[in-house]
């Protein structure tokens, strides 16, 4: 039903640039909401940025100040810009969708499993920085 398929990755410099991009085909059902996650080698899958039905934009201590999260009116879209890029930001990242209810849980919960609540995922793109 829903489909999502991110892009922008790259391989940046310390101290670079990226813009992620997703969309979305399918309609969901009731509220609908979008984020980002991201999975660095070795580590668990982590909530970087959503954005609530509010259109409230919620980041992670290690993306605020850096990363901007934006979307379209019809949430057709979802965009990640990432700047002052740092090597510890190499990781594979991911849009998500679900309705909000689902996706502030997968989010915020410290169940480390809790993204599976999400249902709705891009194939990810990868994002290396180097110093």
């Known amino acids: 039903q829903v489909h999502l398929v991110d892009s922008g990755g790259g391989a940046v410099q310390s101290g670079g640039s990226l813009r992620l991009s997703c969309t979305r085909s399918?309609?969901?059902?009731?509220?609908?909401?979008m984020a980002w996650f991201r999975q660095a080698p070795g580590k668990e899958r982590e909530g970087v940025a959503f954005?609530?039905?509010?259109?409230?934009?919620n980041y992670k201590d290690f993306a605020k100040g850096r990363f901007t999260i934006s979307q379209d009116n019809a949430k057709n879209s979802v965009h990640l810009q990432m700047n002052s890029l740092e090597p510890e930001d190499t990781a594979m990242y991911y849009c998500?969708?679900?309705?909000?209810?689902?996706?502030?849980?997968?989010?915020?919960?410290?169940?480390?499993?809790?993204?599976?609540?999400?249902?709705?995922w891009g194939q990810g793109t990868q994002v290396t920085v180097s110093s």
């Open positions: 998500a969708t679900d309705s909000c209810l689902n996706v502030r849980r997968g989010y915020h919960s410290p169940d480390y499993r809790a993204w599976t609540m999400i249902m709705h």
């Open positions: 399918g309609d969901i059902y009731g509220s609908v909401c």
């Open positions: 954005i609530d039905i509010d259109d409230s934009m």
